[in-house]
């Protein structure tokens, strides 16, 4: 089981996020499990930009973790996003980030999981709780917890 946020706050953001479920739910090696309540959220970290539209989905994949970082990577860009343009943290048609796969904990370069910022993010706990309220962040404790304490 992994878990993919979803955000965009460019264009179209809710057809946006709806065409990157799409591709991803295509891959012969990807399947939508279930998506949270898509919610309007204030950006973090570069304040100056259009609020988000944020949300989490839960995806059963045969893919090692690389692989399917490599494809969400690719998604964003067939969906307009240039990473390393423009501000970081900065405005964006869509962003997907790998926040758990399974209980896995991964740091390698490019590729750290669980997300290293999921733990302080209301945007990303609460959508996660949404779809599994009994979830465990590895090394971080229970999602519910996690909440409370921001």
Do not use: C, K, W
Not at 127 to 142: H, Y
């Amino acid at each position: 089981v992994v878990y993919v946020g979803l955000g965009s706050n460019r264009g179209p953001r809710r057809e946006t996020i709806a065409a990157a479920l799409e591709r991803l739910d295509a891959d012969e090696d990807v399947e939508v499990v279930a998506i949270s309540t898509l919610s309007e959220t204030d950006p973090v970290g570069y304040l100056d930009q259009p609020s988000f539209l944020n949300g989490v989905v839960r995806l059963a994949t045969s893919l090692p973790p690389r692989p399917l970082l490599e494809r969400m990577l690719r998604i964003e860009n067939e969906l307009g996003r240039r990473r390393g343009r423009g501000p970081r943290f900065g405005p964006r048609t869509i962003d997907l980030d790998l926040l758990l796969y399974g209980d896995e904990v991964i740091d390698e370069p490019g590729l750290v999981v669980p997300h290293p910022r999921l733990h302080e993010r209301r945007f990303a706990l609460e959508p996660l709780a949404e779809l599994d309220p009994s979830l465990e962040i590895p090394g971080r404790g229970p999602v519910q917890a996690l909440l409370a304490g921001l």
